[in-house]
């Protein structure tokens, strides 16, 4: 049991180490420039023969040479193995760096049908016609993200994301809007309380919020190549070709 928490404590260890190593390189960045920065730096690490991982030889030559983590070659070793669950002598290092970093760019929650349904109530509540509805949308979300006050993990508190989003949706002047209670916000924004700490992940928010439910599930395997919401450039982030 004492073997186990020692080796469990080192793990943790040496992942923060490379975790503030990362954010040093970065100077301070928020959390998805520095995800970018180790995927980029590890990425030169990558072979035509296993394409998105990296060896044990190449992980420990990055850790020791380019962090300089002089001395902690037994650390490394075992940091390696943790991920290289079948014992295979690579890594994919980008399952690495998402667990790293509990990172939540590439997980879509799964709705109920009720919770799609509001997603669309709340989409109707904004859309006026066919020729302008686009245009309308992105308007609304652009709205919203301003009225959040989205940490740098691009977290914000629930209930604050609630009272925004229905203070949005009675302002519209929708006939749909009658129809939305906090209720069923409530209901919905419950699955995207990622880290379940009453917060709510408002880039995975705006992913769902942003896809017409018909073709939900396609359209999300497409969502998990766009820029997140957060920390981008308007124009990067709602790309009128990704609706």
Do not use: W
């Not at 044990?56 to 020791?64: A, C, K, T």
């Not at 940091?79 to 079948?86: N, P, T």
């Amino acid at each position: 049991m004492a073997h186990r928490l020692a080796c469990e404590t080192a793990l943790h260890t040496i992942q923060q180490r490379i975790k503030d190593k990362v954010e040093f390189q970065t100077n301070y960045a928020n959390v998805f420039t520095q995800i970018r920065h180790l995927t980029n730096q590890l990425n030169f690490y990558d072979r035509p023969n296993k394409p998105g991982c990296i060896s044990l030889e190449d992980f420990q030559n990055y850790l020791l040479q380019r962090m300089n983590f002089i001395s902690l070659n037994t650390e490394i070793e075992y940091l390696f193995y943790h991920y290289d669950e079948g014992m295979i002598g690579y890594i994919d290092y980008k399952d690495f760096i998402n667990q790293l970093y509990e990172s939540t760019e590439n997980y879509l929650p799964i709705l109920t049908v009720d919770a799609v349904n509001t997603l669309e109530k709340i989409r109707s509540a904004f859309l006026s016609n066919m020729k302008t509805e686009q245009h309308n949308f992105l308007m609304f979300l652009i709205r919203l993200r301003d009225r959040l006050n989205v940490d740098e993990s691009g977290y914000c508190a629930r209930l604050t994301v609630i009272d925004q989003l229905f203070s949005l949706i009675v302002t519209s002047g929708k006939s749909n809007a009658s129809v939305l209670s906090k209720k069923d916000l409530s209901s919905l924004i419950k699955f995207f309380d990622l880290r379940k700490n009453d917060t709510v992940h408002v880039p995975t928010l705006l992913r769902y919020l942003k896809v017409r439910s018909p073709s939900l599930a396609r359209d999300l395997l497409f969502l998990s190549l766009f820029p997140l919401v957060c920390h981008v450039s308007i124009s990067q982030a709602f790309d009128p070709g990704g609706l």
